[in-house]
């Protein structure tokens, strides 16, 4: 046992640790201990504070407030190098490594072996970047490139690399989101060796089951505060997801009575090999039908391709009774079929151009006759949509790039509201939005489906799911597992039904 | 104030440049020009600096279009010019008429592989033009073994004719300067009102964003190479009409001279920005800036010192700008 006064066996203890983004307080005075030699386990949902915590640990920010302890002493996180010297390694879910260079290269960057204080020591580069990777159980000539080897290879070079600057505290970001069963359960046996080293590890998850698998302790974040700090043994998932879950806020999503009637998309053996396997689903007019599923588990990636952006190996997909024949985007935007797409930075918005041009851009075709372009429309959608959906902008020619985050998502939905789809797919539509503008956005998208439009929803989101979907169909490891009506929605069952635990 | 607001008095200088600072800097040039000859604001001299560059006009007319919509320059213009004009004296004896249309169509060949080439696979403008340039080169220098091609300019014949194209008026007016501020008077057109000029506009900005925006962005890039390609071969008439003869090295320089006339117009590198007036008013101060130096007595190696120190200050302007608002590929 192992009491308050008896700090031996604490590798990090913070205490009243806050940071605070403009407009919210993401970290909110949180005390938190991990102990020498334990696999801990921080569980929540996104945006619970968790990655932000981490962070912070990781000397990201320098106006966190609250005291860090790592072992005995008080340390001051402010860079990410001091982090470092304090003997803290972090693995993100994007590794950080350089694809076209070396292992060992990767793995001594900074530091590589020199002779003559000048030349590359290329003999004893080889034998420390060897000495790293046996210590992850790797046998790999350190001299290939990284992209010759698998994921999971450059996976376990990325834990060598941060080992080699001999951490005691270890932070992994989801480590295994794109790894293979397989993978995973090697991934498994280094960190259960690095924990008898005497390394602590803090595991970010969203698998419960990986979680119950691999941690001694798990702590639960919820909105920014740590809800509770248990021994693995003391609780189930069911549990950890009611914890996780907290009480959950009806009145912010409005109770609708949904009119829903014929079918008007029908996908039947949806494949794409490596990405997703026979995905068959429907969704009826004025349906909000909602995608659920871990990252990784092929929902970007099955409606990108059942919108013709990316290929396909084989299924069919009929819109409105009509098979598409060709397989490409133009072809089932002309069946009435778009996508918003999930990063509006890279591929959702024209950023330099203006909310105005952003706003008619999907709808050029419908206002051209004979190759003349006709801009007559321009002026009143724009400013029609603008009122719609609240964008606060100086004016409809100001850049899209100087509007906030949420207005940016507003002008992305807006533009897709102005090609009047039959068909909406919906790929993480309030991701990084404040919670008027999400308000917004989930009133723009009940309004849709209640005017007899389709909706497909991705949300990583979870109250966001539930709370506007009426029915839910769950994808894991590529394949629809199972599909869930209103009446049984809730965080809790789709949470369960997500990391394949289905009653 | 969101910090987009808060431009730097030298990005707002940018920024006003963009809209109407082109003209500003011609009007500029015009008062100093006067200053430094009484010859400058005749009739006469005006029309002999447009007539000087129109055939600059009209490729800057056509490397807008690869510039606006996102693919920064082509730079097998110059080879366009010569081998449109190689292919029409050549084709001479079939006609006038053949021999035209046969160099244009020589000249969009080379457009059409461009635009197919980078805009299907995604290959660099730049480097893709360049190797064609090169490759056009070494294969005009082989087939017409090194040699100039000269047309029969026999009085009556087509060659006749076709020499005579750089050479006709209409009233006061050369051909030349006519068919130039006509193509830009369409261009602009085509630019704005165009479904074809609007979706390049979307592609210039964001490629991602416009494959997103269910455009088909190979077509409406080969469709820019293409107008790249046939404004070019239109000079490299015009240029081997003046010259009489038919040769591999009759566009040299103009890549980078009408770049220059459609960045200092206000067109940006990184695409999706400018308009055709803009590029007219880069030509302009071009001509009006080689007519005053000229008259000072500037040698024309000191010219080209010149107009690339205008260059590199333009981009350098852009580029400032852009990362001021934080916005350059974003």
């Known amino acids: ?503 | 104030m969101r910090p987009a607001d808060k431009a730097t008095s030298l990005s707002r200088l940018a920024a006003i440049y963009d809209s109407i600072g082109i003209y500003l800097v011609g009007l500029l040039l015009l008062i100093a020009g006067i200053f430094v000859s009484d010859e400058f604001l005749t009739p006469k001299n005006l029309m002999s600096i447009l007539n000087a560059v129109s055939l600059l006009g009209i490729a800057a007319a056509g490397m807008a279009f690869v510039t606006y919509s996102g693919n920064m320059a082509d730079l097998s213009i110059p080879s366009i010019m010569a081998f449109s004009g190689i292919i029409s004296v050549a084709a001479l004896p079939l006609g006038l008429a053949p021999a035209l249309v046969l160099g244009v169509s020589a000249g969009m060949l080379i457009g059409a592989m461009n635009g197919f080439v980078v805009g299907r696979f995604n290959a660099n403008p730049i480097l893709w033009t360049l190797a064609v340039a090169f490759f056009m080169e070494g294969f005009m220098r082989f087939v017409w073994s090194n040699n100039q091609v000269y047309p029969d300019i026999e009085p009556g014949t087509a060659g006749a004719a076709f020499i005579n194209i750089f050479r006709l008026s209409i009233g006061p007016v050369p051909l030349i300067v006519a068919v130039m501020v006509l193509m830009f008077v369409i261009c602009h057109l085509v630019l704005t009102r165009t479904r074809f000029g609007i979706e390049s506009k979307l592609a210039g900005s964001s490629k991602a964003a416009a494959r997103t925006t269910g455009i088909n962005v190979p077509r409406v890039v080969l469709m820019d190479f293409l107008a790249a390609a046939f404004f070019a071969s239109i000079a490299g008439i015009f240029i081997t009409s003046m010259n009489k003869l038919g040769v591999f090295y009759l566009g040299k320089g103009y890549d980078f001279k009408s770049v220059t006339a459609v960045v200092i117009g206000g067109m940006m590198l990184s695409g999706g920005r400018g308009n055709m007036p803009g590029v007219f008013g880069g030509v302009l101060v071009i001509g009006f800036l080689a007519n005053i130096m000229t008259f000072i007595g500037i040698n024309t190696f000191q010219q080209n010192i010149a107009t690339g120190a205008i260059f590199i200050i333009v981009v350098g302007l852009h580029q400032y700008q852009l990362r001021k608002r934080g916005k350059d590929y974003a």
């Not at chain 1, 190759?371 to 902008?393: F, P, Q, V």
Request: charged share 25%; hydrophobic share 40%; with cysteine.
């Open chain 1, 1 to 503: 046992m192992i009491s308050d006064s008896d700090n031996i066996g604490i590798a990090l203890k913070m205490k009243g640790v806050s940071k605070r983004y403009p407009g919210t307080l993401a970290v909110d005075s949180v005390d938190f201990e991990a102990r020498v030699g334990e696999v801990h386990a921080l569980m929540g949902e996104n945006g619970a504070g968790k990655s932000t915590l981490m962070k912070i640990l990781a000397g990201s920010f320098n106006d966190y407030t609250g005291s860090i302890f790592i072992g005995q002493k008080k340390a001051d996180l402010h860079s990410p190098a001091s982090a470092r010297t304090h003997g803290i390694g972090m693995i993100y879910q994007e590794l950080s490594l350089a694809r076209p260079i070396s292992i060992a290269e990767n793995l001594l960057i900074g530091r590589l072996p020199r002779k003559y204080g000048f030349w590359l020591d290329r003999k004893a580069m080889v034998r420390q970047a060897s000495s790293l990777c046996d210590r992850v159980g790797l046998c790999l000539d350190p001299l290939r490139t990284i992209e010759e080897i698998s994921h999971h290879q450059s996976q376990l070079v990325e834990i060598a690399k941060v080992l080699g600057s001999n951490p005691c505290i270890l932070v992994m970001d989801e480590p295994t989101s794109a790894l293979s069963r397989e993978e995973v359960g090697r991934l498994f046996k280094i960190i259960r060796q690095l924990k008898n080293r005497g390394i602590t590890i803090i595991y970010i998850s969203h698998h419960l089951a990986e979680v119950f698998e691999i941690a001694d302790r798990v702590t639960i974040m919820r909105d920014g505060k740590i809800i509770d700090t248990k021994t693995i043994n003391e609780v189930t998932p069911p549990m950890v997801v009611q914890m996780m879950v907290g009480q959950a806020i009806d009145e912010f999503y409005v109770q609708r009575r949904p009119n829903i009637s014929d079918i008007v998309l029908d996908v039947h053996n949806l494949t794409r090999k490596g990405f997703f396997h026979n995905v068959s689903f429907h969704a009826r007019r004025g349906e909000i039908l909602g995608v659920a599923g871990l990252t990784g588990a092929g929902r970007t990636e099955m409606v990108r391709s059942m919108c013709g952006l990316d290929p396909i190996d084989s299924g069919t997909i009929e819109v409105a009774g009509k098979q598409l024949r060709q397989h490409s985007y133009s072809v089932a935007m002309k069946h009435g079929m778009l996508y918003l797409s999930e990063d509006r930075k890279t591929d959702g918005l024209f950023l330099r151009l203006s909310v105005k041009q952003n706003m008619v851009s999907a709808i050029i075709d419908r206002h051209t006759r004979c190759g003349i372009y006709s801009s007559r429309h321009e002026n009143a959608k724009t400013t029609e949509l603008i009122r719609r959906l609240d964008i606060i902008t100086s004016s409809a020619s100001a850049d899209v790039s100087n509007l906030s985050g949420g207005n940016q998502q507003k002008v992305l939905l807006g533009k897709w509201i102005a090609a009047d789809p039959t068909i909406l797919v919906l790929d993480e539509p309030s991701r990084g939005v404040d919670i008027k503008a999400k308000m917004k956005i989930h009133k723009a998208i009940i309004e849709l489906a209640d005017n007899g439009r389709a909706i497909v929803l991705i949300s990583s989101d979870l109250p966001e799911l539930v709370g506007l979907s009426d029915r839910v169909v769950v994808m894991r490891d590529g394949h629809l597992i199972s599909e869930m009506q209103k009446d049984r929605l809730s965080e809790e069952s789709v949470l369960l039904a997500m990391n394949g635990e289905l009653g």
